[in-house]
């Protein structure tokens, strides 16, 4: 049987943490859906459309990762690829909580489904889209946390937005 795990999140944009998550996931699993969430509860900056071709173009070399965009319940995702894993990252303590009641929500929901973590490399521990955005909104450089590529969409964004 295949093993096949949904990577779920915002992605609002990826950063050089979610695709340490991404590499280090794809050794261990046959095949990686990264499933782009709406949130608009988080008022992305980013469309979803924007955030799963963004993603797209940063894994269109890494054979067995396909990338979607998704709304409702995760665990429907899961069951029509017929995948068995929700992969997380984990930074620091703080992501615990939140990453502990969701787990454990959705096992409730769909017992048969495992959430399996992994811990990102220590130099992106303390990385977040969301203050990779305000960094680069407040005008400073990114470029250390995120590809070039998603570099120069955000500098493009927030130009049309000024
Ligand atoms: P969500 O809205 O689901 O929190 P995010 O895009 O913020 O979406 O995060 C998606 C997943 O990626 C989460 O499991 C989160 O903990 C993980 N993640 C985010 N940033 C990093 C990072 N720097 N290193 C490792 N994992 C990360």
Do not use: W
Not at 10 to 31: A, Q, S, Y
Not at 97 to 113: H, P, V
Not at 135 to 153: H, M, T
Request: charged share 25%; hydrophobic share 40%; aromatic share 10%.
């Amino acid at each position: 049987m295949k093993k096949i795990a949904v990577y779920p999140g915002t992605f609002d944009p990826i950063t050089n943490g979610h695709l340490d998550i991404i590499k280090r996931g794809i050794k261990v699993f046959d095949e990686i859906i990264v499933a782009v969430a709406l949130s608009p509860g988080k008022e992305p900056l980013f469309s979803v459309d924007e955030r799963v071709k963004m993603i797209s173009d940063m894994t269109s070399d890494m054979p067995g990762v396909s990338v979607e965009s998704f709304q409702g319940l995760l665990i429907d995702s899961l069951e029509k690829h017929h995948a068995h894993v929700i992969l997380r990252g984990l930074r620091a303590i703080s992501d615990f909580e939140y990453e502990f009641q969701m787990a454990s929500m959705n096992r409730k929901l769909a017992s048969k489904f495992e959430t399996v973590f992994m811990m990102t490399a220590e130099q992106y521990s303390y990385l977040s889209s969301r203050f990779v955005k305000e960094i680069c909104r407040l005008g400073g450089k990114v470029d250390c946390f995120v590809p070039p590529e998603i570099n120069s969409a955000l500098i493009e964004k927030f130009k049309e937005k000024r």
